[in-house]
């Protein structure tokens, strides 16, 4: 069984630019869930995708949105990028409907911002 | 404002003691509580998790403690070993998760050998 898988791994990019980050999700998972975890902090929840649709959403500005394709992988995108978006952002999938519940976390992408 | 609070911020402990790590929190809907252990450059992966109906649950060298009149739940490691060393975090989670987890902040351990 293959685990949550996100990549790149790392990233550089300048304020004001867009970044796309994806995921594939556990197999058999169908919801999927991104977190944004700052140095020395616990995540936060961005938003949860369900059948290719935002199932929820943390307080994060539309500056962050996604996707999630039939396959249940899913895109983090932002754009305008500011110096505090440095993060690790990391990619959760969980096996059922809401299932938010019981959630495994990928290794994640280091996104930094100059 | 910070639904899931935890402590110490960091522990050390003895090669063969015990690790113990607390919580508390505010939203009386949180119906889901788990324990993630992360290492450095590694996501979060889930330990152990418990449910308000049961006031303990217990895997391996793993424990959870539950009260819920207090709001409070704590993980204990026995026997803790030096690879136990890593940050761990508690979270909460309500209705079936679509408000995604709650974390606290994290807790660094190390377990001296």
């Known amino acids: 069984e293959t685990g949550v898988t996100q990549s790149p791994t790392h990233l550089i990019k300048t304020r004001g630019q867009q970044v796309t980050l994806r995921c594939s999700s556990q197999?058999?998972?169908?919801?999927v869930s991104w977190y944004q975890q700052a140095l020395g902090q616990g995540p936060q929840f961005i938003f949860q995708?369900?059948?290719?649709?935002?199932?929820g959403r943390g307080n994060f500005p539309p500056r962050f949105s996604g996707l999630q394709f039939p396959n249940y992988s899913s895109e983090l995108n932002v754009n305008a990028l500011e110096l505090d978006d440095s993060a690790l952002y990391l990619c959760?999938?969980?096996?059922?409907?809401?299932?938010?519940?019981?959630?495994?976390f990928g290794p994640g992408t280091r996104l930094t911002v100059l | 404002q910070q639904q899931v609070k935890q402590s110490p911020q960091s522990l050390i402990v003895q090669k063969g003691g015990i690790s113990i790590i607390n919580c508390a929190y505010e939203?009386?809907?949180?119906?889901?509580f788990p324990w993630y252990q992360q290492f450095p450059g590694k996501g979060p992966a889930l330990l152990i998790a418990?449910?308000?109906?049961?006031s303990e649950k217990k895997e391996g060298r793993f424990t959870i403690s539950f009260n819920k009149s207090a709001k409070q739940f704590s993980l204990h490691i026995m026997d803790s070993q030096p690879g136990d060393s890593a940050t761990y975090f508690c979270?909460?989670?309500?209705?079936?998760?679509?408000?995604?987890?709650?974390f606290g902040k994290g807790t660094h351990l190390i377990i001296q050998p």
């Open positions: 959760a999938s969980s096996p059922r409907f809401s299932g938010t519940d019981t959630q495994y």
């Open positions: 197999s058999g998972h169908n919801t």
């Open positions: 995708y369900y059948r290719e649709e935002e199932n």
């Open positions: 939203n009386t809907a949180f119906d889901y």
């Open positions: 418990i449910r308000p109906d049961v």
């Open positions: 979270a909460a989670s309500s209705g079936g998760g679509a408000d995604g987890l709650t």
